[in-house]
């Protein structure tokens, strides 16, 4: 359980870090939309950040459209993915 808190939070500073963003970490929830309405405001050149920042933090690839659209959907689901690759 404590190694999912830590992933989560994790992830979380990669978004502040990596996308600019004027949040702090704490401020995202885990389950909060990252892109759409009632998100964190992520457009689709943040996705492309993010995709080339979970590679390179986690070794998640993520192949195609389709997967970033399931993985990218908030913080769980990142997590869930990145928890999926180290297995």
């Known amino acids: 359980m404590e190694d999912v808190t830590l992933l989560k939070n994790g992830i979380k500073k990669m978004l502040v870090d990596n996308l600019m963003l004027q949040l702090k970490p704490e401020e995202i929830r885990d389950d909060q939309p990252l892109f759409?309405?009632?998100?964190?405001g992520l457009?689709?050149?943040?996705?492309?950040q993010l995709v080339v920042a979970l590679d390179k933090n986690y070794g998640l690839k993520i192949p195609d459209p389709?997967?970033?659209?399931?993985?990218?959907?908030?913080v769980n689901t990142i997590?869930?993915?990145?928890?999926?690759?180290?297995?």
């Open 36 to 40: 759409g309405p009632g998100s964190i």
């Open 66 to 74: 389709a997967a970033a659209k399931e993985v990218l959907q908030s």
């Open 43 to 48: 457009d689709s050149v943040d996705a492309l």
């Open 79 to 87: 997590a869930a993915a990145v928890q999926q690759t180290a297995k």
